[in-house]
């Protein structure tokens, strides 16, 4: 069985960082990528950035460079920085993995492509 958790959301002020932290549990030796997903609400859920097997990183476009995406091996733990943190920032973030090698997922970062998924940590960020 696997589990995804998240944590580490909140309300913080504009410019601001935070780490959020995605803990897999079960089969993770399977996962080909790992990915952050936003949603707000009336929206459906995009894509912010993926990382493939603990390696390549992959990024939307409309992140700017302000977030980083990266794996804790020894926990099994995917973190995403965010810097200089923006209104625009707020929302319902998920941790997403699927359980197959193929790097599609990782690179179109489109929520069909994910298997699990976390229930989600909230961040909002006030001006």
């Known amino acids: 069985q696997v589990r995804l958790e998240e944590s580490g959301g909140g309300s913080v002020q504009a410019g601001g960082s935070l780490t959020l932290s995605c803990a897999a549990s079960g089969d993770t030796q399977s996962f080909g990528c790992v990915a952050w997903f936003r949603q707000v609400p009336g929206k459906k859920r995009e894509g912010i950035a993926s990382?493939?097997?603990?390696?390549?990183?992959y990024y939307a476009a409309s992140v700017e460079g302000r977030f980083t995406i990266s794996y804790i091996r020894a926990s099994h733990t995917t973190e995403l920085v965010i810097d200089n943190l923006k209104p625009e920032d707020s929302g319902e973030y998920y941790c997403a993995a699927v359980n197959n090698w193929q790097v599609a997922p990782c690179s179109d970062l489109e929520e069909s492509g994910y298997f699990y998924w976390g229930q989600g940590t909230q961040v909002t960020v006030s001006s």
């Open positions: 990382i493939y097997r603990g390696g390549n990183r």
